[in-house]
């Protein structure tokens, strides 16, 4: 019994936790290519394109 | 194309070569200011689908002095570029860039935000809904599994703080349409949801607060869960097709180069050109609005205003329709009409006229809860009553109520109409047909006739060579140093003409070289070579003489002569889409009856019609009559499909119960038409039909077993033993048991008939002015 005081807001945060996972990967758009991104990840990166930046286009 | 296997981009090369590169200046008017001199510019390249395109196309942009960053997004076939402004960079180079790898790149114009808005938020409202849903669960299984007392009134309360807010948040969007309903009178899918749901809630706090036995949170979350999926799949459905069809090529332009009284040239958009002002229209533009010629010949394309397949000649004088693309000469024009009173904006004026099916319509799922919302209501106010009457207990015959207002809450069917739709419209996508929304599918599986426009839906709408005939008339002593036929197609490869052009595509090897070639706008191609003049054009401008003998073939025909003197004569064709005839006897099968409707002369119709099998033909149509034509055959009780592609054929596809088009059509073509298909083949039409019946049929089925499912469960619920537990079952069975059923729907598709372009036969073309 007395261990629902503390299992219940542990099992309550790790779902919570996963929540605010899911939803800052909608926000900060983890979603929005997911064909390209199946690709990406094979690409070596020889070529000179400029991975980590994204022009963002939801932000019109 | 420099990858993969071909895939829907067939047709969008044809959409590509119809449409100019974009101008600078168009560029720039389309690109959006990002501040500090940086700005961004979407481009849709439709052809990209792998990972080599990816990094071809970025490598090629980020090369480019002056280009900040550039992102390709495969999913929406798109390119963001960012670029500074300013520093001599010309942004055409961007799409210079992009075409020298081998891909074709249209301007896109990012209009679309709010719709994504609303995905976001649904998809948020899913996620949400499912934490709550999954930690009730929990909670839930608890208590039946023999949680008692002080311990299941506390997880009936955690139950409870975790569903109210989530009811607030993820259930809006159901009270939102349900109170939208009501206010008008009218009942949908959303009443009894959003009843459920309140109820359940609410019934089980006060429960909750009276330390009672059983509370209902779980079914309060997991419904609203449940509903949300069918929700976004609904949306996400319409939002791809939506985004896929504002990528292709824009067919209208978005401004005009103004020429001033004093010289001066000025690009400006289509809203601020005002009637008197002087255009300047290069060969391969469109033009932009209402106009009359005032210097310069050429020859015009009006297939897409009219439906005419042959070129027309435009002299100082003509009157050109806004979309008229202009082929051979540059034209200076005088705008007869603002934007807003163009022909466009006519047949737009046309297509709000047209009340088609679409706005008539009621969606299944709606014509469905208008029968079941009262009876479902009827059934919980009856058990509320009898059980009241019967033994006394007010307050257990109000549980009973909701009990029977929870198992029969429209789980299965809120999800039986989106499932089916959803993988239905997947399965057509994956085939190049795009569904604008599900009502649209719905339609197309009730229509009993088809109507077809003629050029461009019917034909490809560009012309063939389909023989050639050698004149040897005693030729002088100058002979051609080359075989006739390169040099007509060396001759016709300087000209946009499509009579020009399929010359030029027909040939292949090597092609002899001209000092000159000069366009006569009208008549022909001259080139001046050391053994003569060669002329390439109609048979009285190549021969000299005038020739009228043949005004009634079918068929087009170019002559090459040298010194006048002809050697080669070239007959053209306009070929059939590829399956036309299979799709057409694919539809009669089905018991579809077929006509055309066309814009063109009677004769090249009649000679399409006779090869179709069609008997039911109408030529020479104005927009109003096509209109009229499915209008009257809508009023003698027929559903018809209109498949369109001229501005011409818009105010029809909107008048008709449903209507296609192809991925070629005018840009206002496309948005009336509720599908949009990309392949060239016109097996399309028949296939969407069918996937659309087939879709139709798994949706009755699926209402049958969700009301099958509330024969078994409403009794339990009103003799008073649903538990908690026996409504998650039931709600969980019936859905998984109508999603399995939807699914049955991702047969294997039939492969698209682009490959059968070589069999297809030919028709006739007019012959040119």
């Given at each position: 019994m007395s261990t629902l005081v503390y299992l219940i807001p542990i099992a309550l945060?790790?779902?919570?936790?996963?929540?605010?996972?899911?939803?800052?990967?909608?926000?900060?758009?983890?979603?929005?290519?997911?064909?390209?991104?199946?690709?990406?990840?094979l690409d070596d990166g020889d070529g000179a394109t400029r991975h980590g930046e994204q022009p963002d286009d939801r932000r019109a | 194309m420099s990858c993969c296997a071909p895939g829907t981009e067939g047709a969008l090369d044809g959409a590509a070569a119809l449409g100019a590169t974009p101008s600078a200046e168009e560029l720039l008017l389309a690109s959006r200011d990002l501040g500090e001199g940086l700005r961004q510019t979407d481009l849709s390249v439709p052809a990209m689908h792998c990972g080599a395109c990816i990094s071809t196309i970025e490598n090629a942009l980020t090369e480019l002095a002056g280009i900040e960053s550039a992102r390709v997004n495969l999913t929406a076939k798109r390119v963001t570029v960012r670029w500074r402004a300013g520093q001599g960079f010309d942004p055409q180079t961007i799409v210079t860039a992009i075409t020298s790898t081998g891909y074709a790149a249209h301007l896109f114009t990012a209009q679309l935000a709010g719709d994504d808005e609303l995905r976001n938020q649904l998809i948020r409202a899913v996620a949400v809904s499912g934490f709550a849903a999954m930690n009730i669960m929990l909670l839930s299984v608890s208590v039946w599994s023999g949680a008692e007392a002080s311990t299941r009134d506390m997880f009936h309360w955690i139950s409870a703080f975790i569903a109210g807010p989530v009811l607030l948040y993820a259930g809006r969007f159901f009270f939102r349409s349900a109170w939208g309903a009501l206010k008008h009178g009218r009942t949908n899918m959303d009443v009894p949801i959003s009843l459920a749901v309140t109820l359940s809630y609410f019934v089980s706090l006060w429960e909750t607060i009276h330390h009672a036995e059983h509370a209902w949170f779980d079914a309060?979350?997991?419904?609203?869960?449940?509903?949300?999926?069918?929700r976004t799949l609904d949306h996400v459905m319409r939002d791809r097709a939506r985004s896929a069809i504002t990528g292709l090529a824009r067919l209208s332009p978005r401004g005009a180069m103004v020429v001033s009284a004093n010289g001066a040239r000025e690009y400006r958009p289509v809203e601020e050109i005002a009637v008197g002002d002087q255009l300047s229209v290069a060969a391969g533009e469109r033009i932009a609005v209402d106009a009359r010629v005032v210097t310069g010949t050429s020859d015009v394309d009006r297939s897409l205003v009219s439906g005419e397949s042959a070129p027309v000649t435009a002299r100082p004088g003509t009157q050109l329709e806004a979309g008229v693309m202009n082929l051979t000469g540059a034209l200076v024009v005088e705008a007869t009409a603002?934007?807003?009173?163009?022909?466009?904006?006519?047949?737009i004026g046309l297509m709000e006229a047209a009340e088609g099916g679409r706005a008539r319509y009621r969606r299944l799922a709606d014509r469905a809860a208008a029968y079941y919302s009262p009876v479902v209501h009827l059934l919980a106010l009856i058990s509320f009553f009898c059980w009241g009457f019967y033994d006394g207990d007010w307050k257990h015959a109000m549980l009973v109520a909701v009990a029977v207002l929870i198992i029969t809450c429209p789980c299965a069917l809120g999800l039986a109409v989106p499932v089916v739709q959803v993988v239905a419209a997947g399965r057509l996508f994956s085939n190049g047909v795009m569904v604008k929304d599900g009502s649209a599918m719905e339609r197309l599986a009730e229509i009993d006739t088809a109507l077809f426009d003629k050029t461009g839906t019917l034909t490809m709408g560009t012309p063939r060579l389909v023989g050639r005939t050698s004149a040897v008339e005693g030729a002088g002593d100058r002979r051609p140093t080359a075989q006739p036929f390169a040099i007509a197609a060396a001759i016709g490869g300087h000209s946009r003409h499509p009579l020009s052009g399929a010359l030029a595509a027909a040939y292949t090897g090597p092609l002899p070289q001209f000092q000159t070639v000069t366009e006569i706008p009208g008549c022909g191609l001259e080139a001046v070579a050391p053994e003569g003049t060669y002329r390439l054009g109609n048979r009285a401008f190549a021969c000299g003489v005038d020739d009228d003998g043949n005004d009634g073939a079918a068929t087009s025909e170019v002559v090459l002569s040298l010194d006048r003197r002809p050697l080669e004569t070239y007959s053209f064709e306009d070929r059939l889409r590829p399956a036309a005839r299979n799709a057409i006897d694919s539809l009669l099968h089905q018991g579809v009856e077929v006509g055309i409707l066309s814009g063109d002369r009677p004769a090249p119709v009649e000679r399409v019609a006779s090869m179709l099998g069609v008997e039911r033909w109408r030529a020479a149509l104005a927009p109003r009559?096509?209109?009229?034509?499915?209008?009257?055959?809508?009023?003698?009780?027929?559903?018809?499909?209109?498949?369109?592609?001229?501005?011409?054929?818009?105010?029809?596809?909107?008048?008709?119960?449903?209507?296609?088009?192809?991925?070629?059509a005018a840009d206002i073509g496309r948005q009336a038409a509720d599908l949009v298909f990309l392949h060239n083949g016109l097996d399309s039409v028949s296939f969407a039909l069918e996937t659309a019946r087939k879709a139709?049929?798994?949706?009755?089925?699926?209402?049958?077993?969700?009301?099958?499912?509330?024969?078994?469960?409403?009794?339990?619920?009103?003799?008073?033993?649903?538990?908690?537990?026996?409504?998650?079952?039931?709600?969980?069975?019936?859905?998984?048991?109508?999603?399995?059923?939807s699914l049955r729907l991702r047969g294997k598709a039939p492969a698209a008939a682009d490959n059968a372009v070589k069999q297809a036969p030919s028709v006739g073309m007019a012959r040119p002015a």
């Open positions: 945060s790790l779902g919570g936790l996963s929540l605010a996972a899911f939803l800052w990967s909608i926000k900060s758009g983890q979603y929005e290519d997911l064909d390209g991104a199946a690709w990406r990840v | 309060t979350v997991t419904l609203l869960f449940f509903l949300l999926i069918g603002v934007a807003r009173e163009s022909f466009l904006a006519e047949v009559d096509k209109t009229e034509a499915v209008t009257t055959c809508a009023e003698s009780g027929r559903k018809v499909l209109m498949v369109g592609d001229g501005i011409n054929d818009a105010p029809a596809l909107s008048a008709a119960h449903v209507s296609m088009a192809p991925a070629t139709s049929s798994l949706i009755r089925q699926n209402f049958a077993l969700a009301i099958g499912y509330n024969v078994i469960a409403v009794p339990i619920a009103i003799f008073g033993h649903a538990t908690p537990l026996i409504a998650a079952i039931a709600m969980s069975t019936s859905s998984i048991i109508v999603v399995g059923n």
